[in-house]
């Protein structure tokens, strides 16, 4: 049985309580915080339970690496307490059973994984790839499962994960370039919290585009925008990788815009607040999110995550910025046609 | 050749009349589960006044008539049960009229849906009809002649309440016309002012004339349209959750499915809502009230709006959606029928669950589907199977969960959409005497020597 690494004295320590008090959805000042992570360090009921929206954030602001927001999903989920509607939960948990449907490429040592990901199939193409493709996987028996902790769900991530490292495993893959911050999050992070050996490195997709475009880099044409970028909640997991978005930008000739929500501060899609909690906070979350990037004056927007851009691209685009996907945006760089369109 | 082809040949052409078999083949059957029969004749008419002559020809040899739109009812309403003459109507396919600032359209009697969409879509950008989910080839006529819905449906009411006139070919030979358009130019209404006597001819199957012209009431067409999907595990709440939808009157049509694959579809029941804006801020205006008319349902977790992939949307938003006949090859074989009656919403809980313990008694794969009509006056619950045409196992077990479904659905107060023959009878068994006797009046007196689609609404 996986059980979570969580140390109770790390939290009781802790001098600042970033996880709850840097928290966009919940208004908890620090004396409340520590009250309140504490509660739920002993799995006493406390507000987290029944108030976060699990937006991953308090992953990323605890320094001290204690997986507050998973002990948030195990705690509900022992307490039955549901994030979500039941049909919503159920839907989302068929749709990634594995169903022997599963695509592979021919594979080398670096595999890229898609995940259940099928925009990628269309994204990811041309000079970038060369050097890996068609050394690929994509499918329910790769699909890294982490989006359950959105559910209140890690049984079936418990259940799930180990088949999908075990996948992996099987062919006898060296390294895999995650094309989604889940997928990297999956094995850099949550497999670790819980236990699980990965017999594979992960490679966050960022830092595989840094390198190929650095190879590449006599071919760049800089595209000399403003764009803003929306990050996904996802790459809370992963917050050690989020320096590559600069890196990347600055490489393509883009100039992120100084805006409120970046960084640490980064709003949701909120495209799975319509999903838990209905309309207000889902509007209110993209609405304020989208006045930022177009007070800013970005001339696009940045996509990480192919659900992000199908929860706000076409609001986006209303409001006059280009919506576009990372891979695209390199892509166009090198004088490539992008993949993704707004539908 | 015989006297009556000639006949035939005389009023319409050589070209148009056959007794060939490999073409009687086509019109003694239709794509659903009813046995064939062969008709003996196909004669394929353009003008009102060789409709009028066939009909007096029938009459004169005592042979059936049978008036055939694009013969896709699947409950066999046109297979020439009796044999005689299938009066084949698309070469009668024009837009008579468009009326655009009362908005109604005539159209003669062969006209397909397909055919009017595009008409209107090229000339009347701001109008529309409502389009039912037939293939484009299904023809008006025939459409309102069986109470269809569509798109328009949760709005206006049947497809057939929106008739505003007809023109029909009586089993004499005589021309009739009905609503205002008997004493004026303008066909804005078919009953009242006056007695209503379209329901002499609607619903009746051909039974008491053949619809030579229809006119059609047309809505305002808005410049976009949007889909949202709500679903919930519950089918105990799908009735509910409908009386607060219909309760905002923003929705423009809702459809409810249910189905075990794709697996995005298993477990859960699928409330499809269609909202039209011509301004996004109109669009989202009603997209705001149907989210928090559903609001407490969220906030107890008993259903939510799920995100439709992109690639999902454009067909949801398809007129007619071809999703019914992909469902249609799910067993390959290409059969598919269904048992649709029309029934008050609130039995939608006991209705999915006979569909899905049909298709586990019958192992067949299903479809659960409802269509809103009006305000959750009523709904069209399909009982929907899948079957493969080379297997007549799978078809006869096919055909008795579509039997044990219509059945379930008259004891539990709903009455026949397109009736087969035979649940015409069983309509009829169950009918008040009285009203039962008022349609044996009726067909007797407009068709004495019962020749029109002989076999249907027949009061034994």
């Avoid at chain 1, 080398?108 to 898609?114: G, I």
Wanted: glycine fraction near 8%.
């Amino acid at each position: 049985m996986y059980t979570l690494k969580f140390e109770e004295s790390l939290c009781a320590s802790c001098p600042t309580v970033d996880c709850f008090v840097k928290c966009q959805y919940m208004d908890l000042r620090m004396e409340q915080a520590k009250s309140e992570i504490m509660k739920l360090a002993k799995g006493e009921d406390c507000l987290p339970l029944h108030d976060c929206v699990t937006c991953y954030g308090c992953e990323e602001y605890c320094k001290r690496g204690n997986h507050p927001f998973y002990l948030i999903t195990e705690m509900r989920e022992r307490k039955g307490i549901l994030t979500s509607p039941r049909a919503i939960t159920k839907q989302w948990i068929n749709i990634g059973e594995p169903r022997g449907k599963y695509r592979v490429g021919a594979i080398k040592n670096t595999v890229l994984s898609f995940g259940f990901m099928p925009e990628l199939l269309q994204m990811v193409r041309g000079r970038l790839f060369d050097d890996v493709m068609p050394s690929y996987v994509f499918g329910q028996e790769f699909f890294c499962n982490v989006v359950y902790i959105h559910f209140a769900n890690t049984s079936i991530i418990k259940e799930r994960l180990p088949f999908v490292i075990d996948n992996f495993k099987k062919l006898g893959v060296k390294e895999v370039v995650c094309m989604h911050d889940e997928c990297y999050g999956a094995f850099a992070s949550l497999a670790p919290a819980y236990g699980m050996e990965v017999p594979f490195k992960p490679i966050h997709y960022f830092e595989y585009l840094v390198k190929r475009l650095k190879e590449l880099s006599q071919e760049i044409r800089p595209l000399n925008i403003k764009a803003a970028y929306q990050r996904p909640c996802s790459s809370r997991l992963s917050a050690d990788q989020h320096h590559f978005v600069e890196d990347i930008m600055k490489l393509i000739g883009v100039e992120l815009v100084e805006r409120e929500y970046q960084g640490e501060n980064s709003l949701c899609c909120a495209g799975i607040f319509g999903m838990m909690y209905g309309y207000e906070l889902a509007n209110d979350v993209q609405k304020r999110n989208i006045d930022d990037m177009v007070e800013h004056g970005a001339e696009c927007c940045v996509f990480n995550c192919p659900a992000c851009y199908n929860a706000i691209a076409t609001k986006v685009a209303k409001r006059g910025v280009r919506p576009i996907h990372i891979i695209d945006l390199c892509r166009m760089a090198l004088g490539e046609k992008p993949g993704m369109e707004v539908v | 050749m015989s006297d009556i082809s000639r006949s035939l040949s005389a009023i319409v052409g050589e070209n148009y009349v056959s007794d060939k078999p490999e073409e009687t083949y086509f019109y003694s059957r239709d794509p659903g589960l009813m046995p064939p029969h062969k008709p003996d004749y196909v004669v394929v008419p353009q003008k009102v006044e060789e409709i009028q002559q066939i009909v007096k020809l029938a009459n004169e040899e005592g042979i059936p008539v049978v008036p055939m739109g694009a013969g896709m009812a699947l409950t066999g309403l046109v297979i020439p049960l009796k044999g005689g003459i299938v009066i084949d109507m698309k070469r009668m396919n024009k837009v008579v009229e468009v009326n655009e600032k009362a908005r109604y359209v005539i159209v003669e009697g062969g006209t397909s849906q397909g055919l009017l969409k595009s008409y209107l879509d090229k000339n009347y950008p701001r109008l529309r009809h409502s389009i039912p989910d037939s293939p484009g080839t299904a023809t008006v006529a025939a459409n309102v002649m069986i109470h269809g819905q569509g798109r328009l449906t949760q709005q206006y009411g049947f497809n057939s309440d929106m008739v505003s006139g007809l023109e029909v070919v009586l089993p004499s030979g005589e021309i009739c016309k009905i609503g205002s358009c008997c004493l004026s130019p303008d066909w804005f209404s078919k009953g009242a002012p006056l007695p209503d006597l379209s329901g002499l001819f609607l619903g009746w199957f051909g039974a008491t004339g053949i619809i030579t012209k229809v006119a059609l009431r047309l809505y305002p067409r808005k410049k976009m349209r949007d889909v949202e999907i709500f679903i919930t595990d519950s089918e105990d709440l799908v009735p509910p959750m409908i009386y607060e939808l219909t309760h905002t009157e923003m929705v423009e049509d809702i459809n409810v499915f249910a189905q075990p694959m794709p697996l995005i579809f298993r477990d859960n029941h699928h409330i499809a809502l269609f909202m039209t804006g011509d301004t996004d801020e109109e669009l989202e205006f009603k997209r705001k009230m149907i989210w928090d008319s559903l609001d407490p349902f969220i906030k107890n977790k008993d259903g939510g709006f799920m995100a439709i992939p992109p690639v999902m949307k454009p067909t949801l938003l398809d007129m007619p959606q071809r999703s019914v006949s992909r469902f249609a090859d799910v067993k390959k074989g290409g059969g598919f029928e269904y048992s649709g009656p029309i029934i008050a919403v609130d039995k939608y809980p006991q209705c999915s669950r006979k569909v899905m313990e049909l298709a586990s008694k019958y192992d067949l794969a299903y479809s659960a589907m409802a269509r809103i009509i009006g305000r959750g006056h009523c709904m069209m619950f399909a009982f929907a199977y899948t079957f493969n045409r080379a297997d007549p196992d799978m078809m006869t077990r096919a055909r008795k969960a579509l039997e044990e479904g219509s059945d379930f659905a008259l004891q539990a107060g709903g009455v026949f959409w397109k009736a087969t023959v035979d649940e015409q009878q069983m309509a009829l068994e169950k009918m008040h005497p009285t009203t039962r006797n008022l349609l044996k009046m009726i067909k007797t007196n407009l068709d004495p020597n019962g020749i029109m689609n002989p076999g249907n609404w027949e009061v034994q």
